[in-house]
Nanobody
Framework: QEQLVESGGGSVQAGGSLTLSCAAS??????MAWFRQAPGKSLEGVAL???????RYAASVKGRFTIYKENAENTLYLAMNNLKPEDTAMYYC????????????????????WGQGIQVTVSS
């Protein structure tokens, strides 16, 4: 059964770091991404890595966040540095493709497979 399971969230002070993990079952060869949704705001794309390992970032996180995938483990990571209070959100791992779930388009890719989400809270 294909699934995406996030871990590594938590609370941190501004300027701190966290690394999120997403253990994937299946989805090899798919583009993978991280999205986030802050309270009262819409879901937004944060970073993606395509099947060739190329990465793209939202302007708000570029230079602070790094997305990478360990193919042997089939695990996606998001290393977050210099965190700001505005990074506080529920973070979701996503895989490219269309499913019965909601599909979000980010940087030209459609993501329709989702993890359950994990909370990141950054205090000032």
């Amino acid at each position: 059964q294909e699934q995406l399971v996030e871990s590594g969230g938590g609370s941190v002070q501004a300027g701190g770091s966290l690394t999120l993990s997403c253990a994937a079952s299946g989805y090899r060869g798919h583009a993978m991404a991280w999205f986030r949704q802050a309270p009262g705001k819409s879901l937004e794309g944060v970073a993606l890595t395509d099947a060739d390992g190329n990465s793209r970032y939202a302007a708000s996180v570029k230079g602070r966040f790094t997305i990478y995938k360990e193919n042997a483990e089939n695990t996606l990571y998001l290393a977050m540095n210099n965190l700001k209070p505005e990074d506080t959100a529920m973070y979701y791992c996503a895989a490219e493709g269309r499913s019965l779930s909601a599909t979000m388009t980010f940087q030209g890719f459609d993501f329709g497979y989702w993890g359950q989400g994990i909370q990141v809270t950054v205090s000032s």
